[in-house]
């Protein structure tokens, strides 16, 4: 059974920076195309960034620059480094498969992002 959590999150002012992990476990996510969503209130969950098996990144326009996707396979964690961070990065942050690729997996909690001063 596929499991998922997802920590790092919290407030933080305009400008700086958090660390997202998401810890997977019943599926070996080096094999997976696997990807970070976020959800912000009132908002359709988009895509943020996503990585290939042969880590091939890709990245919404809003955070290309700033955010960054990385995969540590003896952990089988996903990571996602947030710099320049905006008022409007606030969200629930998710990871999963890249499902344009792969099988959706079962939604973890999400953690909750918020960059306010």
């Known amino acids: 059974q596929v499991h998922i959590v997802e920590s790092g999150g919290g407030l933080v002012q305009p400008g700086g920076s958090l660390r997202l992990s998401c810890a997977v476990s019943?599926?070996?996510?080096?094999?997976?195309?696997m990807g970070w969503y976020r959800q912000a209130p009132g908002k359709q969950r988009e895509m943020v960034a996503t990585?290939?098996?042969?880590?091939?990144?890709d990245y919404g326009n809003s955070v290309k620059g700033r955010f960054t996707i990385s995969r540590d396979n003896t952990k089988n964690t996903l990571y996602l480094q947030m710099n320049s961070l905006k008022p409007e990065d606030t969200a629930v942050f998710y990871c999963?498969?890249?499902?344009?690729?792969?099988?959706?997996?079962?939604w973890g909690q999400g953690t909750q992002v918020t960059v306010s001063s």
């Open positions: 019943g599926i070996t996510v080096r094999l997976y195309a």
């Open positions: 990585i290939t098996i042969e880590e091939i990144f």
């Open positions: 999963n498969s890249d499902y344009s690729k792969e099988n959706q997996l079962p």
